[in-house]
C-alpha cells in the first residue's frame, strides 16, 4: 500500500520559513518524480515545485528563490523549504509521486502565514 505522509506545517509569521517533509513508503522512491502542490481556500491546486527521480528541480515561476524541493532517496523523503513566507502562501501543500502513469498523493498539510 503506497503511502504519503507530509509534516511540518503550521502557523508562521510573515517573513518566517518553514520545511516540510513527505516520508515516501511502498512504492521504489528513487524511481518517482517527486512533488508540493498546494491549494489556497477557492482556489485551483498548483505546482509549487517538483524533483525528478535524476533530481532536476523546476519551480513555479512566483515562487523561485525563496522555495527549494531537495529529496533524500535513502530516507525517501523529499522536502520542500519555504522562506520568506507570505500571506499569500497560505494554502494546504501536498505531496505528490510520479512513474509514468502512476500516481500517488499525500492527505496535505496545512500551512498558514499570519501574523
Known amino acids: 500500500q503506497v503511502q504519503l505522509v507530509e509534516s511540518g506545517g503550521g502557523l508562521v509569521q510573515p517573513g518566517g520559513s518553514l520545511r516540510l517533509s513527505c516520508t515516501a513508503s511502498?512504492?521504489?522512491?528513487?524511481?518517482?518524480?517527486m512533488a508540493w502542490y498546494r491549494q489556497a481556500p477557492g482556489k485551483q491546486r498548483e505546482l509549487v515545485a517538483r524533483?525528478?527521480?535524476?533530481?532536476?528541480?523546476n519551480y513555479a515561476d512566483a515562487l523561485k528563490g525563496r522555495f527549494t524541493i531537495s529529496r533524500d532517496n535513502a530516507k525517501t523523503t523529499v522536502y520542500l523549504q519555504m522562506n520568506s513566507l507570505k500571506p499569500e502562501d497560505t494554502a494546504v501543500y501536498y505531496c505528490?509521486?510520479?512513474?509514468?502513469?502512476?500516481?500517488?498523493w499525500g492527505q496535505g498539510t496545512q500551512v498558514t502565514v499570519s501574523s
Open positions: 524533483i525528478s527521480s535524476s533530481g532536476i528541480t
Open positions: 511502498g512504492i521504489i522512491f528513487s524511481n518517482y518524480a
Open positions: 505528490n509521486a510520479a512513474f509514468g502513469t502512476y500516481g500517488h
